[in-house]
């Protein structure tokens, strides 16, 4: 910039960070709003099924169904309810009291004793289809474990054909909150990013401030670059709050590097401030402006950003569509920090699409963004 642009482009931004001070509405979103979201959220949702009330029938109790129910007492996964018959365990499932039962029939033992093999009857409910299968999987590690114990005590081998020792890599704990708070992170950043520009250029516009700065000398390449640059460090400000909070308060474990996590998400934040820009162009009223933001950015990031559903179970149309989501890119890039570490491989081919949308968002905005009212 020369002399007298580069004065104009200071007097801007420093009007820009006295706005911020003035109105802290831009702090609220930047800030606050990240941290009530990453709260809320982080602690309500869960993939995970544990204390699932699950009903115990056993028509002849002894010492060996009194073992093997024990497992299921033991367990975090399951809450057991007892009860006399089959018929009064099944109409607790249809009440909503159980959602599942496992049932030892009166010949449990006997067989067991007799020849190992002696089957036992699991009911779920399957309503909640992804309750379900997790529900069958945790009996059946249950059914595999106390088998197992069995052929301990009495010094034999598993029955099972083979002795498998698994191993979960990148999250040990199997827990569903390591996996959802980084990709809660790329959904709130891209709503606040967006919301951040929108709303304040639609206020500006509400105003008319910037009516008054069309009749200056201000090009509007340069008003546009001063509402980047305040902004872009707010947005950059509530991104380190919220890592903190996902560090420090809910426990999730930071493997990669904070120096690739910053540039990657300076790139995420510059496509999102693009996003908002770019509705500010079309938008020149705050409620406006707010919704489209919401539609826009919000919904499709949590959709199709792979945050809760999976895109490779998705129809491959709508896994076409995913690619023109930038959250997409960014939750693959903090799922990887945050639980593998710097793998190239995911991060650069994220990080690269990432710059191309910036680019893409930011060229549009200029473009439609003309010093005139019409």
Do not use: C
């Not at 009064?88 to 159980?98: F, T």
Request: charged share 15%; aromatic share 8%.
């Amino acid at each position: 910039m020369k002399g007298a642009a580069l004065r104009r482009f200071t007097g801007l931004l420093r009007k820009e960070f006295l706005q911020i001070l003035r109105d802290p509405s831009a702090l609220a979103i930047a800030f606050v709003l990240p941290a009530v979201l990453l709260l809320i959220i982080g602690q309500g949702v869960s993939l995970d099924a544990r204390g699932v009330p699950v009903a115990l029938v056993v028509q002849h109790p002894d010492a060996l169904t009194a073992s093997f129910t024990g497992h299921f007492e033991q367990s975090p996964y399951f809450r057991p309810l007892r009860y006399r018959d089959i018929q009064s365990a099944e109409a607790a499932m249809a009440a909503g009291k159980v959602q599942a039962i496992v049932w030892l029939p009166s010949d449990f033992s006997r067989r067991a004793r007799a020849n190992g093999n002696s089957p036992i009857g699991v009911i779920v409910n399957g309503v909640d289809a992804n309750d379900a299968r997790l529900i069958e999987g945790y009996v059946q590690q249950v059914w595999s474990t106390w088998l197992a114990a069995q052929a301990r005590l009495q010094g034999k081998r598993s029955p099972l054909p083979l002795d498998v020792a698994a191993r979960v890599r990148f999250n040990p704990g199997v827990s569903s909150r390591d996996y959802l708070v980084p990709g809660l992170i790329a959904l709130i950043m891209t709503l606040t990013g967006a919301l951040l520009t929108a709303l304040v250029m639609a206020r500006e516009w509400e105003r008319g401030t910037l009516e008054a700065l069309m009749v200056t000398r201000v090009k509007m390449r340069e008003i546009l670059l001063a509402k980047l640059v305040p902004y872009f460090l707010l947005g950059m400000g509530g991104m380190a709050a919220s890592v903190a909070i996902a560090v420090f308060l809910f426990g999730i474990p930071m493997r990669g590097s904070l120096l690739v996590l910053t540039g990657t998400s300076a790139l995420f934040m510059l496509a999102a401030l693009g996003m908002g820009l770019l509705i500010s162009s079309f938008a020149r009223n705050q409620f406006v402006a707010g919704q489209i933001a919401i539609i826009t950015t919000f919904l499709p990031a949590f959709i199709l950003s792979g945050f809760v559903f999976d895109i490779d179970s998705m129809p491959q149309v709508v896994q076409f569509i995913t690619h023109i989501v930038a959250a997409r890119y960014f939750v693959a890039i903090l799922q990887t920090l945050f639980l593998a570490g710097d793998v190239w491989s995911v991060i650069l081919p994220n990080a690269l699409a990432l710059a191309i949308m910036a680019v893409i968002f930011l060229a549009a905005a200029r473009a439609i963004t003309h010093k005139r009212l019409d």
